[in-house]
């Protein structure tokens, strides 16, 4: 029941394709724009396909030391990423990283987005020694490029306090997203959209540490920002949603949680398709819900169908897909189907012993 992520991953994507500057009018440029808006639709097989191309259009069209081929081989890792390929995707930003660097210098802010990109990943892998310095370095470059109460500086801020929430040091943690919260509010103002994002990232650090009357009232706050802002209907306003949601079901609310969680639901299904990956985590979260109230044939084809939106958006050997394996794998233990129960879990551990 990950808060957060999807967003996440999208905001890292965008700032990719600002990485290393355009070149207007390049065929690639066309093609690098079509995978963004393919790996947003939750296509990553075809945004692969496409991003491939506009990565061998970069190096004919410029050469393979050229900005473009930096921005290209970013949003290729970033696909490769999102499938789990994270073996695939640490060359690839690597290389984008070190041609930026020569062409830009190394504190320039046009090669930020490549080492946040390339931080989260080490972050996901648990290289944590490993991401703390680009994040930290992020954080100056912004500072030095921009000043110090620039939202570019807040998103940098808020990416270092995540790093440090992954580890559990809290203490590190908190007075960056304090920071980061308060440039974001006064540049964009408090009902921002902005702003509510800031919110969500601040109630979930004070969620993980079960401080849920602060939680909850940001939460609240953010939603009612992006519900206000964007419309009922938003994708944004299902982030919310489910954040406030998953707060409730670890207070064992579940009256309280089960209706956010089939909003949110709802919402992503209109507006992103029935399809796509964050349906997926939707779908999820209400079953996980519905087993805790031993709703069990409620939980069943929730997962099913979660299990085959993963399977075909990231691919069999997914680490997501794994999770969902294992999902009806400990439905089907608590309902006596220990049979199927191991077949499942079998499946998931051969998937999550794959190096990655």
């Known amino acids: 029941m990950d808060r957060?992520?999807?967003?996440?991953?999208?905001?890292?994507?965008?700032?990719?394709?600002?990485?290393?500057?355009?070149?207007?009018?390049?065929d690639w440029e066309a093609l690098n724009k079509e995978s963004m808006a393919l790996y947003e639709e939750g296509q990553y097989g075809r945004a692969e396909e496409v991003a491939r191309s506009a990565l061998d259009a970069a190096e004919k069209a410029?050469?393979?030391?050229?900005?473009?081929?930096?921005?290209?081989?970013?949003t290729l890792a970033v696909i490769e990423y999102t499938q789990g390929r994270y073996a695939a995707a640490e060359p690839l930003y690597v290389r984008a990283r070190a041609i930026a660097e020569r062409t830009y210098g190394k504190d320039d802010p046009r090669v930020a987005p490549i080492l946040d990109d390339l931080a989260h990943l080490y972050r996901t892998q648990g290289r944590y020694t490993e991401a703390e310095p680009l994040s930290q370095h992020v954080v100056t470059i912004m500072e030095q490029a921009y000043g110090f109460d620039d939202p570019m500086v807040a998103t940098a801020l808020s990416n270092l306090a995540a790093l440090y929430r992954d580890q559990h040091q809290y203490a590190k943690a908190e007075p960056l997203y304090t920071r980061a919260h308060a440039i974001t509010e006064k540049h964009f103002g408090p009902n921002a959209p902005a702003t509510a994002k800031s919110l969500n990232h601040l109630a979930a650090f004070y969620?993980?540490?079960?401080?849920?009357?602060?939680?909850?009232?940001?939460?609240?706050?953010?939603?009612?920002i992006v519900e206000k802002t964007l419309g009922p209907d938003a994708p944004a306003v299902a982030t919310s949603l489910n954040d406030l949601a998953a707060l409730y079901y670890d207070q064992r609310r579940y009256a309280?949680?089960?209706?956010?969680?089939?909003?949110?639901?709802?919402?992503?299904?209109?507006?992103?398709?029935?399809d796509h990956p964050a349906v997926a985590t939707s779908l999820d979260n209400l079953a996980v819900l519905y087993i805790a109230q031993r709703r069990f044939?409620?939980?069943?084809?929730?997962f099913k169908r979660s299990l085959s939106i993963m399977e075909k958006a990231l691919g069999p050997e997914h680490p997501a897909v794994a999770t969902s394996l294992n999902n009806l794998a400990?439905?089907?233990?608590?309902?006596?189907?220990?049979?199927?129960?191991?077949?499942?879990?079998?499946?998931?551990?051969?998937?999550l012993a794959i190096k990655r």
Do not use: N, W
Request: with cysteine; glycine share 8%.
């Open 256 to 274: 309280k949680a089960e209706p956010l969680y089939q909003r949110a639901l709802a919402i992503r299904e209109k507006a992103l398709g029935p």
């Open 62 to 74: 410029k050469g393979p030391d050229d900005p473009a081929v930096a921005t290209s081989l970013d």
């Open 207 to 224: 969620h993980d540490q079960g401080r849920y009357y602060e939680a909850v009232q940001m939460y609240k706050r953010a939603l009612a």
């Open 297 to 302: 044939d409620k939980a069943e084809p929730l």
């Open 4 to 26: 957060l992520t999807t967003t996440l991953l999208i905001g890292l994507f965008v700032c990719s394709a600002r990485a290393a500057g355009a070149v207007p009018g390049a």
């Open 330 to 351: 400990g439905l089907y233990r608590k309902t006596g189907r220990e049979a199927e129960a191991k077949e499942y879990a079998k499946r998931a551990a051969a998937i």
